[in-house]
């Protein structure tokens, strides 16, 4: 069974930076973060597949890297020059080779203005 762990979140001012990691066991595809605000829907923010092609939502682009490292099955997430709208809980969602995507606890971001 897969196990997802988000570490990482915390309290920033605006145009502050922090990493957020993410560790999965078993067997894994792409890697992604999503992330929710108060009050709004989960949104995505960025994946990486296996061979390490990236793909950003438009309002990370620029601003956060993701990455990962398949010898530890884990990923990451760099976040910079971050804005009071970049206020959620970011979510780590990793993708198995066999079953259902899977979905870490959560880590919560909190940028101040």
């Known amino acids: 069974q897969v196990h997802v762990v988000e570490s990482g979140g915390g309290l920033v001012q605006a145009g502050g930076s922090l990493n957020l990691s993410c560790a999965a066991s078993g067997a894994i595809t792409t890697m992604g973060w999503y992330r929710q605000a108060p009050g709004k829907e989960r949104e995505y923010v960025a994946r990486?597949?296996?061979?390490?092609?990236?793909m950003y939502a438009d309002s990370a682009e620029g601003r956060f890297t993701i990455s990962r490292d398949n010898t530890k099955n884990t990923v990451s997430l760099q976040l910079r020059d971050l804005q009071p709208e970049d206020t959620a809980v970011y979510y780590c969602?990793?993708?198995?080779?066999?079953?259902?995507?899977?979905w870490g606890q959560g880590t919560q971001v909190t940028v101040s203005s």
């Open positions: 990486i597949s296996i061979e390490g092609q990236t």
């Open positions: 969602n990793v993708a198995p080779i066999r079953g259902n995507v899977k």
